[in-house]
């Protein structure tokens, strides 16, 4: 269930909204004067949704590519270069 506060809370209950966000992983959602206003979540849980949108971007991205050529690769083969690659950088 979403926790749903009043913006006033934010100044009036600001501990109480930041052990809620690091303990639960969840946002809380600010309200004004009745009507959606914002959102707090703790940077931990921003983090991983900006990286969680960053692979489904990928993922989509490569769903198209597919889509447009025959090409395919071969995952032994691409892990073998991506490991040679790794190893010439270090």
Do not use: C, Q, W
């Not at 809380?28 to 949108?53: H, P, Q």
């Not at 490569?62 to 490991?83: G, H, Q």
Request: hydrophobic content about 40%.
């Amino acid at each position: 269930m979403p926790h749903i506060r009043p913006v006033s809370d934010l100044r009036n209950n600001f501990a109480d909204i930041s052990r809620i966000v690091h303990e639960t992983a969840e946002p809380v959602f600010l309200t004004k004067n009745g009507y959606g206003d914002m959102v707090v979540m703790s940077m931990e849980a921003y983090e991983k949704l900006k990286l969680d949108i960053l692979i489904f971007e990928k993922l989509k991205e490569a769903a198209l590519e597919a889509k447009s050529t025959d090409i395919r690769y071969d995952f032994d083969e691409v892990s073998k270069e991506m490991r040679e690659k790794l190893i010439e950088k270090i």
